[in-house]
């Protein structure tokens, strides 16, 4: 079946603007995370929705970062009056269930301010 | 609070030897997961493998192998006969058994196969 998917698999904007990421999970994923992955570095995690819920949004760097999931599908990043310091991959991941289960990555989206 | 440390950032070998990737993690919990994932050149991250606290019997899926020690706090990855195609970056990452299990990764090791 289809894996997560994400869009625009590349956007470059400059500082100050607003840029909207979506994240489509593998069909049937309630649980979805997302990710942060700067130059050269491991992950960080940002954000987790256990269906339309997000529990846990601890990750979130600043509150110009915001996310939200409709249902048990599609999830949007967002993030307001980008800075460079938000130059970055950023990977969605879906899994079948919220309970430790195997996380399936996106081919994320790369962020560029200027 | 948790912690993965990969300690070793860039590990070049030549093709067809064998190369082990090391792990070690921290945490309080007594359940807990623990994976590898595969980052190759395109970028995207391919799930290799994923291993209970309470499972401790080593795994081997083809070339690949796993050793788990909960004593030393290890899960070492092990590439024998190494080929030009596991070039990536590869990472360890460890989850809580809970209801957030977001995954806290290791820097990653950069590895590279020469012909």
């Known amino acids: 079946g289809a894996g997560v998917s994400q869009s625009p698999s590349n956007k470059v904007t400059e500082k100050g603007k607003d840029v909207e990421l979506r994240c489509d999970p593998i069909s049937g994923h309630t649980a979805l995370y997302w990710y942060r992955q700067r130059l050269g570095q491991g992950l960080e995690f940002l954000i987790y929705?256990?269906?339309?819920?997000?529990?846990?949004k601890s990750g979130l760097p600043s509150d110009r970062f915001s996310a939200e999931r409709t249902g048990e599908s599609v999830s949007t990043l967002t993030i307001q009056r980008t800075q460079q310091e938000d130059s970055a991959v950023y990977l969605c991941?879906?899994?079948?269930?919220?309970?430790?289960?195997?996380?399936?990555f996106g081919p994320g989206t790369r962020l560029t301010v200027l | 609070a948790q912690k993965v440390t990969q300690a070793q950032t860039e590990i070049s070998v030549v093709e067809k030897e064998d190369v082990t990737l090391d792990c070690v993690y921290e945490?309080?919990?007594?359940?807990?997961?623990l994976f590898w994932y595969k980052q190759p050149p395109s970028g995207e991250l391919v799930f290799l493998i994923r291993?209970?606290?309470?499972?401790?019997q080593n795994e081997i899926s083809g070339r690949y192998s796993w050793n788990f020690q909960k004593s030393t706090s290890s899960f070492n990855f092990t590439i024998t006969a190494s080929q030009v195609v596991d070039s990536a970056v590869y990472f360890c990452a460890l989850s809580e058994a809970g209801a957030n299990s977001k995954l806290t990764f290791g820097k990653g090791i950069t590895l590279s196969v020469r012909p």
């Open positions: 945490t309080r919990d007594t359940t807990y997961y």
């Open positions: 929705f256990q269906g339309n819920s997000a529990p846990d």
């Open positions: 291993r209970n606290s309470f499972d401790e």
């Open positions: 991941a879906s899994s079948l269930r919220w309970w430790a289960d195997t996380q399936y």
